[in-house]
């Protein structure tokens, strides 16, 4: 009798261990991931202070262009500024971010009409072009997207939301079209940046 329970003691024992380190195999791995996901996709939280340094007065307008510009909200105000109605923000993970109800804000391809694309000819339209923040997030557009496409009627750079100052920065660049509005919302907007493709 008394061998038997110390085997059943040993049993319960070792299933305990086996259990336990499955368990810590999978609590390795998540921990893994979480580490993974802090490098490059979650937003790193700054400081009001901190968030404020990142905030641009002026976008500058660079690259192949034949008039390099620098943009401040008054100078888009000068341009044609459309309204954007119901402009949301949702993330490519389906998180609604902002439900905006009125936008302000000038198509990107009037600022880019305005910067004269350097282009040799009507073959050469194989540009690609950045908008950049100071945070150095990124979305980038072709210029067949913006001169050939609807999606040049949907491209903006925003300065005004409700009626107000945008809170992320003075400007943001959207596209409105897109599936997933977040990827191309660029808030800190510092410049906008044309290249031909090599
Ligand atoms: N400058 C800058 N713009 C950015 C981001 C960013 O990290 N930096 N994040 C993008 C992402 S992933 C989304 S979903 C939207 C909304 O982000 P928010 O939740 O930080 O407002 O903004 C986009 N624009
Ligand atoms: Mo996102």
Not at 96 to 119: F, H, M, P
Not at 166 to 174: F, P, T
Request: proline residues 3%.
């Amino acid at each position: 009798m008394k061998a038997q329970n110390y085997i059943l003691v040993l049993l319960i024992a070792f299933s305990c261990t086996m259990c336990n380190s499955s368990k810590k195999e999978k609590e390795d791995s998540i921990a893994t991931e979480k580490v993974s996901k802090t490098d490059n996709d979650k937003h790193a939280v700054l400081t009001p202070a901190d968030s404020l340094k990142m905030v641009n007065h002026t976008i500058e307008v660079k690259g192949d262009v034949e008039f390099p510009l620098q943009l401040s909200v008054d100078s888009l105000k000068k341009m044609k500024v459309v309204t954007i109605d119901n402009f949301k923000v949702v993330c490519q993970s389906g998180e609604v971010k902002k439900d905006n109800k009125v936008c302000k804000g000038v198509l990107l391809k009037d600022i880019l009409e305005k910067a004269k694309i350097k282009q040799d000819g009507h073959k050469d339209r194989n540009f690609y072009i950045v908008a950049r923040a100071s945070d150095d997030y990124k979305a980038t557009f072709s210029w067949a997207e913006i001169f050939n496409n609807p999606t040049g009627e949907n491209a903006f750079v925003l300065f005004e939301e409700n009626g107000k100052p945008l809170k992320s920065g003075e400007m943001i660049a959207i596209c409105k079209n897109d599936i997933k509005t977040g990827p191309r919302h660029v808030y800190w907007l510092k410049s906008i940046e044309v290249y031909r493709v090599k």
